[in-house]
Structure formats: C-alpha cells, structure tokens
C-alpha cells in the first residue's frame, strides 16, 4: 500500500468553494498535490483566478481552475450548479468551505446578523449539495465513493461564542447536517463529513492572526501550543478524499491542536 495508492487523488475532480484564501485555499493546494484537478469558486472572481494561476505555477500534478460562485442566494447555488454541470460531467469532491461570521457583544448582537450567517454557512451548504448531487453520483462506485467534507468549526461543538454567536450556531448546524447527509447519501455511495478547525490564519480570523505576536499568544492558548498550519488542512483532506478515507462517513474531524477536548481546569485541582 503505497501513499499514492491510500491518498492519491490523480483523476478526480473537486470543488472548492471559498477556495480562493484561508483553509479553502489550504485544501485546495492539498488537494491539487495529489493529482485532483481543482475548481476554486468564491464571490469574488479575480481572487479565484488569480489563487488558481499561483497554486499552477507550484507545479504539482494537480490543476486548478477558478470563477465566481455565490452561496448566498438562491439564484447563485443555481448558477453555480450550471457552471459546474457545464465544467464537468461528474463530481467526485465536493468541499462546502465558502463561510461567513459575524461578531459583537452579547447584548449588542443584531437580529440581521442570524439571518445573513445561517443564509451562507448552512442553507447554501446544504442546497448546493443537494443541487450536485447527480454529478456526485456520476463519480461514484462501490469501490470509490464520491465524497462531501463540510467544514464546521470546533466552535460547533464547544462552548466557545467568543462574540460570533451565530457563526459558533451555524456551524453546530453543519456537524449535525453532516451526520444526516451521511445516513442518507450512504447508499448512493456518497461519503460525507466535516472538519472542525480551530484557529487558522484567515481572513476571517485576521483579527487574531494577522499579527505574529497576537498569533503567537492566540495559539499559547492551544493545549498543542499555535495555531494550525495549511499541511493539517492539506493531509486531513487528503486522508479523507483519498482510498484511506474511502470507508469514513459522518464523522466530525477535529483540526483544532486539542481545544475539541478541553474542558476547563481540573475540579478538584485545589485539593492536590
């Protein structure tokens, strides 16, 4: 059993959307280093394109391929189903990536912030799975499953609000919405799960990662000690749409350096 046999991708053709920056971008370069051949999608068109030509000029054996897509709307998973439909006629990866968060204090946190975070990060991630379906079951075989990876966040499954209240509820949404979609895609031959990263150099994490020293004491607060780092993002999708990963379904991958399981300090430490 080779690496390239457990974890080569060569043949197969993903989605990315959200690609463009931050963990899309990180699993798009994974992806594209074991041979898959890469559509990268996100609003903003220039930032796709110009994301796809600096992952080619890398040289891996992958490519990659970028244009606007938008997850907000209705009309948007709609064109962005046809342009996939026009690109290729089976899908055999798809990474629900494309995200927003929003954050103020508890007490000050608006009404529209609800609707606009659960509008992107589960509404459009479920409609355009669903509006892909028929090219994830055209790259699909009992030996070979298509494969879905949502990315949820370790803020979905701790008690972390930390100002983004609807983002961490969005996000509980999707591990759980991952869980249901692997029951029932299970017999299409369709795996389905979700990473759940903690902090990682983003744009929508710049606020805490931007600057190194504010970064270097974000990831003190990490039982490993930093912050995640693009290979963690890279080798988990890897794992997970390669042949090693061919028998995982409805799992929630944590990619957080150990807060998944922190649970606050010991009860009974002032009594050692």
Not at 26 to 50: D, F, P
Not at 229 to 254: S, V
């Amino acid at each position: 059993m080779t690496p390239d046999h457990l974890f080569g991708l060569g043949g197969k053709t993903a989605l990315v959307t959200g690609g463009a920056t931050g963990v899309g971008r990180m699993a798009a370069e994974g992806l594209m280093a074991a041979g898959a051949r890469v559509m990268i999608a996100s609003r903003k068109l220039e930032a796709c394109q110009a994301a796809a030509e600096e992952l080619n000029a890398l040289g891996y054996s992958g490519k990659a391929e970028g244009f606007a897509g938008d997850v907000a709307t209705e009309e948007g998973v709609a064109a962005l189903v046809g342009e996939i439909g026009k690109r290729t006629g089976s899908l055999e990866i798809l990474m629900n990536n494309a995200g927003t968060s929003w954050g103020q204090p508890l007490g000050d946190f608006p009404y529209h912030a609800w609707e606009r975070v659960m509008r992107v990060n589960v509404t459009g991630l479920f409609q355009l799975t669903q509006g892909l379906l028929p090219l994830l079951e055209a790259g699909a075989s009992d030996d070979n499953p298509a494969r879905v990876v949502n990315v949820g966040s370790v803020m979905g499954e701790t008690a972390h609000g930390d100002r983004a209240y609807s983002y961490a509820a969005s996000k509980a949404a999707v591990h759980h919405l991952t869980r249901i979609l692997a029951k029932e895609l299970a017999a299409r031959r369709i795996t389905v799960n979700a990473l759940a990263p903690g902090p990682f150099v983003s744009n929508m994490t710049a606020f805490a990662t931007a600057d190194e020293d504010v970064r270097l004491r974000v990831g003190a607060q990490v039982p490993l000690g930093r912050v995640g780092r693009p290979e963690d993002i890279a080798a988990a999708m890897q794992y997970l749409c390669g042949r090693g990963g061919a028998y995982i379904t409805g799992a929630i991958l944590p990619i957080s350096g150990g807060i998944n399981v922190e649970t606050g300090p010991d009860l009974f430490q002032e009594a050692y």
